[in-house]
């Protein structure tokens, strides 16, 4: 079998997976590569248009979340104690990771919040890791 038929073959297990889970996304990463399976969500039928405003939000598009991802290996430290929800601007310096002496800083690519904090401070990293989960907005 071939590499590529084997990630067809992944990318159908992981639909069948995610079909038979209340998960919305699975993601698999790789040296050599990195699939996201995602479910759109169903269209609720009982959200009409005189429902409450706040119903009708509830049905908007889901966020557009981005990955900051480490550009080296090294150790990675936060540039301060990110939570979840925290603002971020494009180009704050969100940490950086330390490699053979040299600094790399790691700067938020766009405006949002943090929406999750994948690796802690003092953590070793390796080359396109997933470092923070950014909500853009």
Do not use: C
Request: aromatic share 4%; no cysteine.
């Amino acid at each position: 079998m071939s590499e590529r038929d084997e990630i067809l073959a992944l990318v159908d297990e992981l639909g069948r997976l995610i079909d038979a889970s209340p998960a919305t996304s699975i993601e698999v990463e790789t040296e050599s590569f990195a699939v996201k399976v995602t479910r759109l969500p169903k269209a609720p039928t009982d959200v009409s248009e005189g429902a409450p405003a706040r119903e009708r939000d509830a049905v908007a598009e889901p966020e557009k979340v981005q990955r900051v991802r480490a550009t080296t290996v090294g150790i990675f430290s936060q540039a301060k104690e990110w939570q979840k929800g925290d603002d971020v601007k494009r180009g704050m310096v969100l940490g950086a990771i330390q490699s053979l002496g040299h600094m790399a800083d790691i700067a938020a690519p766009a405006d949002g919040r943090i929406e999750e904090v994948l690796v802690a401070a003092g953590a070793p990293v390796e080359y396109g890791q997933a470092l923070f989960a950014i909500a853009l907005g």
